[in-house]
């Protein structure tokens, strides 16, 4: 059990350190840009404040199963092994979203700057997809694909892909008991249309305004950054990107992307 506590402590520790380092580095890339462009500093941006409270939460609760576990250890009579090892899995788990979102995060700030070329659209969808299809088969989610030949664009393929991965990849989590996973594409008055429309739960109305904003999921093994990350990606394209949903009736997300004129 000794050997457990030091390595639980040297977890939290390390994730303290990398929360720390992470917003020293935001705060000071911050001042920077304020500095160059003549601005007096402003208090912390939100983004910071946004990572400090999402954190906050999961820390809390490893915080309280360690007093917990602290408490009980030093009893004369301790709960048994297996009690005490649930206590141990739920610090992990907290432990295990904490780095998730850490991960996640660290993807959304350091998004590099976008390097268009021209591409044959149709083949990137279709190589998202085959990526992603192992793991919806293990999901037992069905894809149908609806991808005719489309007008050329220009794109950051790397990025576009991560995008288009994050929908497919959200959708998939969001039917636990199987289903279906469309993913279509057509001209649309001069650009070009992709859907990417499950058959899970959908989402409920009020959530809509929001279902864009950082840390916002309606997962509970969700970081809520993925989203962000597609809205960033494709409106650094030109594009947009909207959802439709019914509670019950699955969920529909439509990015509109500029073609070559």
């Not at 303290?16 to 462009?37: D, E, N």
């Not at 149908?144 to 995008?163: C, N, W």
Request: hydrophobic letters at 35%; a negative charge; charged letters at 25%.
């Amino acid at each position: 059990m000794n050997v457990t506590w030091w390595l639980v402590s040297s977890g939290i520790i390390l994730i303290f350190a990398v929360c720390i380092l992470i917003v020293v580095t935001r705060r000071r890339r911050y001042l920077h840009a304020r500095k160059l462009s003549n601005e007096h500093p402003k208090p912390t941006p939100p983004l910071t404040r946004e990572l400090v409270h999402e954190i906050r939460n999961p820390l809390n609760s490893v915080n309280l199963n360690l007093q917990i576990l602290e408490e009980d250890l030093s009893a004369e009579k301790p709960s048994s092994p297996s009690d005490l090892q649930k206590r141990v899995q739920r610090i992990r788990r907290e432990v295990e979203r904490l780095d998730r979102i850490l991960t996640d995060f660290r993807r959304y700030a350091n998004l590099p700057p976008l390097t268009f070329e021209t591409c044959d659209l149709a083949v990137l969808i279709e190589e998202v997809l085959d990526f992603n299809e192992p793991e919806a088969q293990k999901q037992n989610v069905q894809v149908d694909r609806e991808i005719p030949t489309l007008p050329p664009v220009q794109l950051d393929q790397s990025q576009f892909k991560q995008a288009l991965l994050n929908l497919i990849i959200n959708g998939v989590q969001a039917m636990e008991h199987g289903g279906t996973l469309t993913v279509r594409a057509k001209p649309s008055n001069g650009d070009v249309q992709i859907e990417v429309e499950d058959t899970g739960q959908g989402i409920e109305p009020e959530q809509f305004d929001k279902i864009f904003d950082l840390f916002m999921s309606t997962k509970a093994e969700g970081t809520g950054v993925g989203l962000t990350i597609v809205k960033q990606i494709i409106e650094g394209h030109g594009g947009r990107v909207d959802v439709e949903s019914n509670p019950g009736q699955g969920t529909k997300f439509s990015i509109l992307l500029p073609t070559l004129k």
